[in-house]
């Protein structure tokens, strides 16, 4: 049987039921709590042929391990959306769009991107396997679901797997507050890659000489920098902004 994965929140709990319902084993929800939105959920399981427990609160508490629940909580068979970068890459339709996370370890920084990712179109989030959180259940509930339908991909050697993303064309972008460069100069049309650093440390050395063009976000005011969710999102959005026009 595959391991389980705890969701807690409503976001997480309902972005299963959208998108595979029957990874569901059980559903707990606060015994106590009957109004619209749990109602609303209540016949979303229903209807998928989920099983659902009334519990109090103290046992969804122990059940989301400190995680903030919102009165429900789902333990579900674990969900891998694609076990390689490669299995992503060819199966997709235009230029490839990638977001690359050296060593994010806050969960809600992590679910920030992935929410992001999944808003902007990101095709892979891609991450180191150590130093790096995963995809825990504070990750699920700040993702809003988005850790469902984004493949968040681990690798053993971040390098390495950059260089190959290098080898199928993809070009590697990296932020680095101290360059010179632009990120509004990118030719974000073509396939590419958003390389972010950690919280604090910024990208590894190794991982800052293996991207193909480094760049820094304007910052116009007392502020040296921004959170990595934040950056994350800024970068996205100008390929976004680039592919539209």
Known sequence: MASAQVLAGFHAVVARLRHAPDSIRDIYIEASR?????????????????RLHPVP???????????????????????????????????????????????????????ACLRTADAAGVHAVVAPRDRAVGLTSAVQRVACGAA????????????RTMRELKDRDIWLVGTDDQCEGNLHAVDARRAMAW??????EGMRRLT???????????????????????????????????RQT
């Open 57 to 111: 609160m103290e046992r969804l508490d122990g059940l989301s391990g400190g995680t903030r629940h919102q009165g429900v909580v789902a333990l579900a068979d674990a969900r891998q959306l694609a076990v390689s970068i490669d299995e992503v890459l060819d199966v997709i339709e235009g230029p490839a769009f990638l977001l690359i996370l050296d060593g994010v370890t806050d969960p809600h920084n992590l679910g």
């Open 148 to 159: 469902d339908t984004v493949p968040y991909i681990t690798v053993t050697n971040l390098a």
């Open 195 to 200: 390389v972010m650093g950690a919280e604090g």
């Open 34 to 50: 009957r109004d619209k939105r749990m109602q609303s959920l209540v016949e979303q399981a229903e209807r998928a042929g989920r």
């Open 208 to 242: 800052r000489e293996t991207c193909d063009q480094l760049v820094r976000i304007p910052m116009l005011g007392s502020v040296e920098s921004l959170n990595v969710s934040v950056a994350s999102a800024v970068c996205l959005y100008e390929t976004v902004r680039q």
